[in-house]
């Protein structure tokens, strides 16, 4: 700290003393009303400024901007947002240029919203930062003229919501059916209850679906033609009482429509979709259907009433014939009067019966007529004469129609507008004239103003027998009401694609913000939490997945078993925003990569669209080189830890100012052996020291920071509790511990005891020949030492093979003693068990000694010459020779050694690695149970391990550490010198390989020896 923080020079030096220069800053940082900010530049490989590791908030920045005084994470990944505002180019700017600096600045963003006033300069290798809000400031002009203008936004675009779900309304209650079709396969994007009601089908059934899958019945009917007209050409169709098959109540119902196909165009003009806005015309049509077969069914019987007068007159023709035959005879002349009249009464009651269903069916027709909701009339002659109009048609001329009254003057209106020249033309042309939505002003008698109507009509010549007009029949149906509601939705279609351009160019405008951001960001909608956006940072994260489109389940299936679907399920359901700190996560790994956990700082927040929410927004940040890197200090510091308590020279670490011994290693408690050290203040662990020198070095250290060193140091201590006070000596050095701020917290004590060195000396001084003979024994004990150190391995030897004479000679004696003892003093008490007990003894003996040998030029074969060497065979050898004790024991020897490679070794080494290791296992065989071996041969990061598990006696978890340690045995009930593992440990080791022991009592051992791999060797 006394490095990034020097006292200015203009700071009185009389104060120095009173105000200290560490306190004095913790001071200002614990009470300034100001936020202070410590940032360290970050530089990339090409010595570029990029970013800032966060040192220290105070308390007052943290209180302004949330944050703790030390978060984790850079300063971009907390305010990325200063990207865009500038901030983050002051602060590199100030930092690079020394000087002080300025800015005032309206920062929305990061959660933060409000004016700040920042300073910043260049403090030795770091940045200071002083900034203030306005939180609670009067508003300054520019800050209300933008709040301001920020409030008009934000009303525009509720402005803009609000008529969208105005024109939302309008189109779900809209009398004629309504339905947009988008993209090449016509998905339904909006379908309003009318047309819902004609296809017979629900919304659920209807959005999202291609038309003709919601609608198969569809296909082959010429719709997708007709479509894909219009959105390849862009221009509308119009289609009239056009008939379609649809599937209603399990049958297909024959449909009329009128209809207009509208093409939608996106920003650029393209074509996107069709706009369908079709009317119900099935009724108006079967009206007219039915009015063409009552005139055919009249015009039939006109037919037979012409044929009954041509039967009548053949009947009179009958009779004059008959009138002439009459003087001929008076019996046939009364017979033929008797038969005509019944025929004429027969012929009178067919008329009648004719005549009678004539009237009825012409009855029924006026009656269907003047209930059709269409307005039809007939118009007879050239002066276009009412003979017939229906209620419709008389609604629609405001009362003013009339039988018998010409066209034109019920109409007057009309003729201006050309409706009677139109009308004149069918009754002299007898062509029919049609028009779809046709502007027409009618006289309302009530107002007296000509009031704008559209119609569709009809206008169709009536002709008789010879083919000749005689009347002309008006079909009009009044469209007003359809056109206007087609009219405001197009209008109000038109505000709303402006309204959707104006959002569409913010939600670029935001988008091309996060694209920019370091941070990782995407956007969920719906409650299956499809992504609707990701920006670059956020696929980096998945780069070999496609995100946008796909739910999260379907796009990172691993998220569901770490929770993190449930964590926005939670979100979604409640709107409550959720934190997730330095969270790990296995994701799937990429081909070639190792699967590892990585970590995410993030959050889930919900957003909402007319005050429902409609998803959820991510802000991650991968933070798993900070969690590795803390991972791999705390691992550092463990391993300190462990090399400090393992350091042969004692060391001890004091914290706090009444320097509290926090660690205190094995070597420094055995100067005091009877003494509690840990834990207690230095002066209540040796109270000795109060008042001496030691304990004046120790606060200076712990107040200036500087290292003390001493050298032979005489202490007067006491070695046990309550003990005496001896004269010590210590070489030691006390050196300053600090925190990461720089700041002093303890002291670190590195001590070595030189009693007994400088007690040598002394003895050395006190008599000149005594140290000459001291000094000589000394160098001749110090070449003795070295000579051992090179020669320790030879000792072995050569004091094994000295003992092999005299032990054989002892072993020979023996024998000879056998052969010579008489056999009834060798059967006597304890004489042949006696010795037969000392030649098992000679016995172990020499194999013991045989051991000390092979230990001895164990220690010399650091590099004993290898050979490629096969390791099944080396099996197969070691099978053969165990045979007998296999049989012996009834185990089962398992061996399954695949294709390895040899392995560079000597081969009688690997044969007695094998040999032991496989004997051990029939040795140690538990007797509850038939042994067995498995021993298994395979590849492993470049090792061949061979692996022998059997299913015997087991090790203690205690005894593990001590396995391979020379002369263990922890079997009493087997005979052994416990040296064979130790070999076995050497050898691998000597070869560059290694060995492990996995074994439970009562269950089994399992050994691995990982052998080292010839490369490109052949198996």
């Not at 530049?41 to 090409?46: C, G, H, K, L, N």
């Not at 009329?256 to 015309?281: C, H, I, K, M, W």
């Not at 970590?599 to 991968?622: C, P, V």
């Not at 001291?774 to 320790?792: F, H, I, M, P």
Request: proline share 5%; net charge negative; charged share 20%.
């Amino acid at each position: 700290m006394a490095d990034l923080f020097s006292p200015p020079s203009s700071f009185p030096v009389d104060l120095l003393a009173a105000y200290p220069q560490a306190d004095l800053l913790w001071s200002v940082l614990e009470t300034s009303l100001t936020g202070l900010a410590l940032y360290s530049p970050i530089w990339d490989a090409e010595n570029q400024l990029v970013d800032f590791r966060i040192d220290l908030f105070n308390p007052a920045a943290q209180r302004m901007l949330q944050q703790p005084a030390r978060p984790s994470g850079t300063y971009l990944q907390h305010f990325p947002h200063t990207l865009e505002t500038g901030v983050f180019a002051f602060h590199c700017s100030a930092f690079l240029s020394g000087q002080p600096a300025r800015l005032q600045v309206n920062y929305q963003g990061d959660g933060l919203d409000n004016y700040f006033d920042l300073a910043a300069r260049r403090c030795g290798n770091g940045l200071l930062v002083s900034f203030t809000d306005t939180a609670n400031q009067p508003r300054t002009a520019v800050e209300a003229a933008l709040r301001e203008s920020q409030a008009r936004e934000q009303a525009a675009r509720a402005t803009v919501e609000t008529q969208r779900q105005q024109l939302t309304q309008v189109l779900q209650q809209a009398p004629v059916a309504i339905a947009l079709l988008e993209g090449p396969t016509y998905r339904i994007a909006l379908a309003n209850p009318a047309v819902r009601q004609i296809w017979a089908r629900t919304e659920a059934q209807l959005l999202e679906q291609p038309l003709l899958v919601a609608l198969p019945e569809l296909d082959g009917q010429g719709v997708d033609t007709l479509l894909d007209g219009v959105l390849h050409s862009g221009q509308p169709y119009v289609g009239t009482e056009l008939p379609f098959q649809l599937q209603r109540q399990g049958r297909l119902d024959t449909v009329y429509f009128n209809f207009v196909y509208q093409p939608q165009r996106n920003a650029q003009g393209e074509t996107t979709g069709v706009l369908v806005v079709a009317s119900d015309v099935t009724e108006t049509v079967a009206a007219r259907h039915l009015v063409e077969a009552q005139e055919r069914e009249t015009a039939q019987l006109n037919e037979e009433l012409a044929a009954v007068n041509e039967e009548l007159a053949a009947t009179n023709e009958e009779l004059q014939a008959a009138n002439e035959e009459y003087l001929a005879t008076n019996a046939r002349l009364a017979q033929t009067e008797q038969q005509l009249r019944h025929l004429n009464q027969h012929l009178e009651e067919r008329v009648q019966e004719r005549t009678t269903q004539l009237r009825r069916q012409q009855d029924r027709l006026a009656q269907i007529l003047g209930q059709v909701p269409a307005a039809l009339a007939t118009l007879e002659g050239p002066a276009l004469r009412y003979t017939f109009f229906n209620n419709a048609y008389r609604s629609l001329t405001g009362g003013r129609a009339q039988l018998g009254l010409p066209f034109a003057e019920v109409m007057p209106e009309l003729r201006d507008q050309g409706v009677l020249g139109l009308l004149e033309q069918v009754y002299a042309s007898g062509q029919s004239v049609a028009a779809d939505e046709a502007p027409i002003r009618f006289y309302n008698p009530t107002s007296g103003e000509l009031v704008l109507q559209y119609l569709d009509f009809l206008y169709q010549p009536l002709t008789n027998e010879e083919g000749q007009t005689t009347s002309v029949l008006v079909y009009s149906v009044d469209v007003t009401e359809r056109v206007r509601v087609r009219q405001q939705a197009q209008d109000l279609q038109a505000e709303l694609l402006a309204a959707a351009k104006r959002q569409a160019a913010e939600r670029e405008t935001f988008y091309q913000v996060f694209a920019h951001t370091p941070a990782s960001i995407a956007l969920l909608r719906g409650a299956n939490h499809r992504f609707e956006y990701v920006n670059a940072a956020y696929q980096q994260l998945f780069p070999d997945r496609q995100l946008t489109g796909r739910t999260v389940a379907e796009a990172l299936p691993e998220t569901e078993e770490a929770g993190f679907l449930t964590q926005l399920d939670n979100v979604y359901r409640s709107g409550d925003t959720f934190f997730g700190l330095e969270l790990p996560m296995h994701l799937q790994p990429r081909e070639g990569h190792p699967d590892q956990p990585v970590y995410y700082t993030f959050t889930y927040q919900a957003y909402r669209e007319n005050d429902q929410i409609a998803g959820i927004s991510i802000f991650a940040y991968d933070v798993t080189d900070q969690v590795r890197t803390r991972e791999q200090g705390e691992q550092e510091r463990r391993q300190l830890h462990r090399l400090f308590m393992e350091a042969p020279a004692p060391i001890v670490i004091m914290a706090g100012p009444d320097l509290v011994l926090q660690l205190v290693n094995p070597a420094y408690q055995r100067i005091f052996p009877g003494r509690a050290l840990l834990g207690k203040p230095v002066l209540e662990a040796l109270p000795e020291i109060d008042g001496t020198p030691i304990h004046e070095y120790l606060r200076g250290v712990y107040d200036t920071g500087q290292t003390f060193v001493a050298q032979e140091l005489p202490l007067q201590l006491a070695r046990t509790e309550g003990g005496p006070l001896e004269e010590l000596y210590f070489t030691f050095t006390y050196q300053a511990r600090r925190t990461t701020q720089g700041k002093v917290d303890g002291v670190l004590v590195f001590a070595h005891e030189v009693t007994d060195q400088v007690q040598a000396r002394r003895i050395v001084e006190e008599s000149g020949q005594h140290a000459l003979a001291l000094a000589q024994e000394l160098s001749t004990a110090n070449e003795q030492l070295r000579r051992t150190n090179v020669d320790l391995d030879n000792f072995i030897y050569t004091a094994s093979h000295d003992l092999k004479a005299p032990i054989s000679n002892i072993e020979g004696l023996l024998y000879l003693l056998q052969d010579e003892l008489p056999a009834a003093v060798f059967e006597e008490e304890y004489v042949g068990s006696t010795l037969t007990r000392m030649l098992e003894a000679v016995e172990r003996f020499k194999r013991t000694i045989e051991h000390l040998t092979d230990v001895s030029k164990l220690q010399k074969e650091y590099a004993a010459p290898t050979t490629l060497v096969n390791l099944a065979a080396v099996l197969a050898d070691v099978h053969q020779d165990l045979a007998p004790l296999l049989q012996e024991t009834g185990a089962v020897l398992v061996l399954e050694v695949g294709a390895v490679p040899p392995v560079p070794f000597s081969e009688k080494n690997l044969r007695s690695v094998v040999y032991n290791l496989l004997s051990n296992a029939l040795k140690y065989r538990s007797p509850n149970r038939k042994p067995q071996v498995d021993v298994r041969g395979y590849e492993r990061a470049g090792y061949v391990v061979l692996e022998v598990h059997d299913n015997g006696l087991g090790i203690d978890a205690d005894h593990v550490p001590r396995l391979f340690d020379m002369f263990q045995r922890f079997h009493s009930h087997v005979e052994g010198s416990g040296i064979g593992l130790f070999m076995v440990k050497r050898m691998v080791e000597n070869a560059g390989g290694r060995i492990e022991v996995h074994s439970q009592p009562g269950v089994g051992t399992t050994f691995l020896v990982y052998l080292p791999h010839a490369v490109g060797a052949a198996a």
